[in-house]
């Protein structure tokens, strides 16, 4: 094995894990051995891949097949500055048919004011209806956002002070109530939730009136792949004052409701991790904020963290397998995972 590059491939039909970072041979028999408790394989496959250091100019996966689509979804990203627009312009070279986010849309503060210049400067070819002044807008909606905690903040940062999040809900048009909804695109489902438990009215438990929503909806869905997007991760090793090991109240049952994999933002930084039956993307680096570290020991079934530089990720699918990449803004490829 080389000591520098793992790849790795589960047995179980579901999941397929290609893994390329830096590691000695201890840390790599370690995720392996993480990797066959998570997966339920017991032979995982190993080989010794070409390169231990991210690929520099990569072309995007080729979509094809079936049913085909190829988004990209960026986390922590309004504001407005030289970062976001380097990030935007390497998504929109990818040519996505859409972009979705995991919060944190409108830094500082989520006001009327900043709201035009930290989305639609970058965006608005892709939103509709668009009502901002920086060029025409799209045909039919082809971004879909979610709140964030800075989406909130416009009556202000005090937790016991109401907060409306109505610049938000005012620029954007979206399905059902607005804070959470669900729609579908190719072969996937996506289910866009709300996950502020001081400012989301119909809560953020697993028992709240939003889970059950979302239980319901994922039990219905027919789509092949089953993508919730939430912006305060379940499960991180980096800081945050919403507590060690990530946002803990978000830990829903997602494996047992049906859901494909849970992308996630708030933590700026960016990590995959494979636990409780399936794989969670935490990506909040797109251009909003400093970078921050990682404070703790990995959690339970960390494979791959990374805050050197700020990305967005690109996910091809089409009916039978789903790629997922961490691309940084001069265009490594950090990470690679497909189900399939």
């Known amino acids: 094995m080389d000591d520098q590059c793992l790849s790795t491939q589960h047995t179980s039909p579901q999941l397929v894990s ?25 032979a995982p496959i190993v080989a010794a891949c070409s390169s231990a250091e991210p690929r520099s100019s990569p072309s995007p996966t080729a979509t ?18 030289a970062k976001e627009g380097e990030i935007a312009s390497l998504v929109k070279g990818w040519k996505p048919d859409f972009i979705t986010t995991v919060g944190d849309n409108n830094y500082p503060r989520g006001e009327t004011s900043t709201i035009d210049r930290n989305i639609g ?10 009502k901002g002044t920086y060029g025409a807008g799209a045909t039919s909606n082809r971004f879909w956002p979610i709140y964030g905690h800075r989406d909130w903040d416009n009556d202000g940062v005090d937790i016991a002070t109401p907060l ?7 620029y954007f048009t979206l399905p059902g109530n607005g804070r959470y909804y669900d729609f579908v695109d190719g072969p996937i489902h996506f289910f866009m939730l709300s996950t502020d438990r001081y400012r989301e009215p119909d809560g953020a438990s697993s028992t709240s009136i939003q889970a059950k929503w979302l239980q319901s909806r994922l039990a219905a869905s027919k789509a092949r792949w089953k993508l919730v997007d939430a912006q305060h991760a379940p499960n991180t090793a980096a ?24 992308l996630a933002g708030y933590y700026h930084s960016y990590e995959r991790i494979l636990r409780d039956g399936i794989v969670y993307f935490v990506n909040g680096i797109s251009g909003g904020n400093y970078i921050s570290g990682f404070a703790y020991p990995p959690v339970r079934g960390s494979q791959v963290r990374y805050n050197d530089d700020h990305g967005a990720m690109l996910v091809n699918a089409n009916s039978s397998r789903i790629i997922f990449q961490f691309i940084t803004r001069t265009g490594s490829v950090i990470d690679r995972y497909t189900i399939q």
């Open 18 to 42: 290609i893994i390329h970072r830096k590691m000695s041979r201890r840390s790599a028999l370690l995720n392996l051995a993480e990797l066959t408790l998570a997966g339920g394989g017991l």
């Open 64 to 81: 094809s097949g079936a049913n085909a689509v190829r988004f990209a979804v960026i986390g922590d990203y309004g504001s407005g500055d």
């Open 121 to 130: 400067q970058f965006y608005h070819e892709f939103i509709f209806p668009y």
């Open 164 to 170: 409306s999040g109505k610049p938000y809900h005012d």
């Open 239 to 262: 800081a945050s004052v919403a507590g060690v090991g990530g946002s803990i109240w978000m830990r829903w049952p997602y494996a047992a409701w049906g859901a494909t994999a849970v």
